[in-house]
Nanobody
Framework: QVHVVESGGGLVQPGGSLRLSCTAS????????AGWYRQAPGNQRELVAL???????TYADSAKGRFTISRDNAKNTVYLQMNSLNVEDTAVYYC??????????WGQGTQVTVSS
């Protein structure tokens, strides 16, 4: 069975930092791309950051300069370091682990709330 589990969400004040973790089990993580998406109430799910199997990265404009995505293949884990958080970052953050045309797995999400 394949499982993708996110952790690290919580409540943080504006300007604060948070690091999200996503761990995949039941697969060989190495050939997979991984991404972080988020969805706020009433909004569509959007891509925040993507890291490929060769560690190339892509960021949404709203995340550039503030967020950093990374991966540790030995731990089957992808991270999202979030700095300078603001209220607009409040959302449920989802991890996606995908191998094009072969497999696509989603986690259940972790809540990030930025509030004073």
């Amino acid at each position: 069975q394949v499982h993708v589990v996110e952790s690290g969400g919580g409540l943080v004040q504006p300007g604060g930092s948070l690091r999200l973790s996503c761990t995949a089990s039941g697969i060989d993580f190495v050939p997979y791309n991984a991404g972080w998406y988020r969805q706020a109430p009433g909004n569509q799910r959007e891509l925040v950051a993507l890291i490929t199997r060769v560690s190339s990265t892509t960021y949404a404009d709203s995340a550039k300069g503030r967020f950093t995505i990374s991966r540790d293949n030995a731990k089957n884990t992808v991270y999202l370091q979030m700095n300078s958080l603001n209220v607009e970052d409040t959302a449920v953050y989802y991890c996606n682990v995908a191998r094009s045309t072969i497999a696509n797995y989603w986690g259940q999400g972790t809540q990030v709330t930025v509030s004073s």
